[in-house]
């Protein structure tokens, strides 16, 4: 008996985690030199961007979002120690990581102009810093 409970709470999981909802979520590449832009679920805009592995850069200087909680996570392939930070009327600063590792910023943002960056010293000043708009 013990194990028919346990299975079937297994099958419940997978399935649920499968969804099969058809307006969760849902995902698109914006043109901003593809950075995956997804909302839906209460969990406002997530956007995702790169450390450029060889040059102070991130992989896109362009990012929108709407209005609401964003969330910007920055995968880390350089050598080097980064972060992402969103200044503009907010002051939020994502953790900084190593080669490898995620640094993630959310913040709730108004419509507007936002700028994200690295704040690693001497990083934004190279040129890793782009423009978010929030509309």
């Known amino acids: 008996m013990k194990r028919l409970l346990i299975f079937g709470a297994t099958v419940l999981l997978v399935v649920a985690g499968c969804g099969g ?17 997804s909302s839906g679920g209460g969990g406002g805009t997530q956007l995702k961007i790169s450390a450029d592995p060889n040059q102070l850069k991130f992989n896109v200087s362009q990012l929108s979002a709407k209005a609401g909680k964003v969330t910007i996570t920055m995968e880390n392939p ?18 900084t990581v190593g080669q490898g590792g995620k640094s993630v910023v959310t913040a709730t943002l108004k419509p507007g102009k936002y700028t994200f960056f690295c704040s690693v010293d001497g990083h934004e000043a190279a040129g890793m810093t782009g423009e978010l708009d929030v509309n």
């Open 21 to 37: 909802g058809g307006s969760s979520s849902s995902s698109s590449s914006t043109s901003s030199g593809g950075a995956a832009t």
């Open 78 to 95: 350089a050598g080097l120690q980064h972060n992402v930070s969103i200044k503009g009327g907010v002051s939020a600063t994502g953790n």
